[in-house]
């Protein structure tokens, strides 16, 4: 059975069709990347996954489960977490301070607040093992103001995995990154656990074909093809709808 599995899913804005009928699935593990010139629709495909936006006819199933008309909390407690593309931090806090926020918000820690102090030994290695991992641990004592955009970015993916999920919604991970936190974020990526099922908007072809597993192409808001990346590299129509689509340059 599909871990997610989005099945006609239809949106407008005011009047204005963004998505139609987009059906796609990601099996427990996969990496799935979606892809698109600008505006085709993608935003708007994570925004309802995860609940940020209400679809307008369609389904979305996890495991199964028909989720269509929970909130995004209920989602997030299922096994779903995201990055958008516009980081959600606490700016006046620490790295660490973040990464303390995110864990907490998570079973077993949530039910073990009342703990005397040293508390939370294994919240505080856990919080240390990821951001050794996501190259961050020097930082920990910084403002998250005061990291570079690229780090906030591996900030938000590390907030984001805190919450255990089964499937993590990244949307553009390497915008805004140098070509160094890029090739970095992208081998990180690659690298997180079969038990993460991974379905990522990215428009960096490197980093499209170097994480994917299945790509998902949208155009104009509908499902152009879907399949493994041999097919989607090959495709010529995908290559026209790229270059005469307003995508940027490296895609
Ligand atoms: N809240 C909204 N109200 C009205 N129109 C919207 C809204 N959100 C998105 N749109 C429109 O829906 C279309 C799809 O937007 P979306 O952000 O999903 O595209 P995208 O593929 O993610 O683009 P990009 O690659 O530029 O991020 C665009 O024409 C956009 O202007």
Redesign the pocket.
């Known amino acids: 059975m599909s871990l997610l599995s989005v099945e006609g899913l239809g949106k407008s804005?005011?009047g204005?069709r963004?998505l139609r009928d987009v059906s796609f699935a990601v099996q427990p593990g996969q990496r799935h990347v979606i892809i698109?010139?600008?505006?085709?629709?993608?935003?708007?495909?994570?925004?309802c996954i995860i609940g940020l936006?209400s679809a307008d006819s369609g389904s979305i199933t996890v495991d199964g489960r028909d989720v269509t008309g929970l909130p995004a909390h209920a989602r997030v407690s299922l096994g779903m977490a995201c990055t958008f593309?516009k980081t959600s931090l606490f700016w006046r806090l620490t790295v660490e301070e973040n990464l303390h926020l995110a864990l907490l918000a998570r079973k077993p820690y949530r039910f073990r607040l009342w703990r005397p102090l040293p508390w939370h030994a294994d919240l505080r290695r856990e919080a240390r093992e990821l951001l050794e991992e996501w190259g961050l641990w020097s930082r920990r004592d910084h403002r998250v103001g005061e990291l570079s955009y690229g780090e906030q970015r591996m900030l938000e993916i590390v907030l984001a995995l805190a919450s255990g999920p089964r499937i993590l919604l990244l949307?553009?991970p390497t915008s805004g990154m140098s070509p160094a936190e890029t090739a970095r974020a992208a081998s990180l990526i690659r690298e997180l656990p079969r038990s993460v099922a991974l379905l990522i908007?990215e428009?960096d072809m490197d980093v499209v074909f170097s994480v994917a597993e299945h790509i998902t192409v949208?155009h104009h808001?509908e499902v152009f093809l879907s399949g493994p990346p041999e097919r989607v590299r090959g495709d010529e129509r995908v290559r026209e709808i790229y270059f005469s689509g307003g995508a940027r340059p490296h895609a």
Do not use: C, M, R, S
């Open positions: 804005f005011d204005l963004v698109g010139p600008n505006g085709a629709g993608k935003t708007t495909v994570f925004k936006l593309q949307d553009e908007i428009h949208l808001g």
